[in-house]
């Protein structure tokens, strides 16, 4: 069936660096698109998202890419800090609002 | 400012007991969303519902498993006869109205269950 998911399961980076949490859908019609961050004990937290008639969206220190031509969408964090270690969870829109989400990405940022 | 308020935060329940999780979506949010989380896992979609009304159930168990969002008080997710593969954390989340155009569901802090 269709299904969102990520590439790596986990990432780890030094603070300060810029990260890349990658993810790859599959469901062409997909028009609708959020990256999550979940924290441990934590309900997903929002942090930003992409309609399919854009390529990029900035937002502060968080940026997203969708390349529709290759079903692909990134988050990318510029100096990334230690709180931003958390759990990444990219999601598509399925109708009525309802979003697919797929497996995460753990990032672990060193200080 | 309140957010999606869930509770109980954790629920312990013996096999065969029933569960009743509770969730108040935001101030002027009619739409609400279960979703289950296993661990090390993503969120997996389990019902949608307005007031009084089921949308989609299309991920929720046809067996032991209910919801409900009535017209005053919060949405319930039922799980009767409870059984150890039920064990997982339960998220609720809310919506605005949806006018045609998708937008992002915000998210309570889970209730965490764990049948014995």
């Known amino acids: 069936g269709e299904s969102v998911g990520l590439h790596l399961p986990t990432l780890s980076v030094q603070e300060g660096d810029n990260s890349i949490i990658n993810c790859a859908y599959s469901?062409?019609?997909?028009?609708?698109f959020i990256w999550y961050k979940q924290e441990s004990g934590k309900g997903p937290q929002f942090i930003i998202d992409?309609?399919?008639?854009?390529d990029k969206r900035q937002g502060q220190r968080v940026t997203v890419l969708l390349n529709k031509t290759v079903k692909h969408l990134s988050l990318q964090i510029a100096a990334t800090q230690p709180g931003d270690s958390a759990v990444y969870f990219c999601?598509?829109?399925?109708?009525?609002?309802?979003?697919?989400f797929g497996k995460g990405t753990m990032l672990l940022v060193s200080p | 400012n309140a957010g999606v308020m869930q509770n109980p935060r954790h629920l312990v329940r013996r096999r065969g007991q029933e569960a009743r999780l509770r969730c108040s979506p935001m101030k002027g949010h009619s739409h609400v969303y279960w979703y289950r989380q296993l661990p090390e896992e993503g969120l997996k979609f389990m019902v949608y519902?307005?007031?009084?009304?089921?949308?989609?159930e299309s991920g929720m168990p046809k067996e032991r498993f209910s919801a409900e969002f009535p017209k005053e008080g919060p949405s319930i997710l039922r799980i009767q006869q409870v059984v150890r593969g039920d064990s997982a954390a339960y998220f609720c989340?809310?919506?605005?109205?949806?006018?045609?155009?998708?937008?992002?569901?915000?998210f309570g802090n889970g209730t965490r269950l764990t049948v014995t």
């Open positions: 999601a598509e829109n399925s109708g009525y609002s309802t979003l697919t």
């Open positions: 469901n062409s019609a997909s028009d609708y």
């Open positions: 989340a809310s919506s605005p109205p949806v006018l045609g155009v998708a937008s992002p569901l915000h």
């Open positions: 992409i309609r399919s008639n854009m």
């Open positions: 519902l307005q007031k009084e009304n089921i949308i989609d």
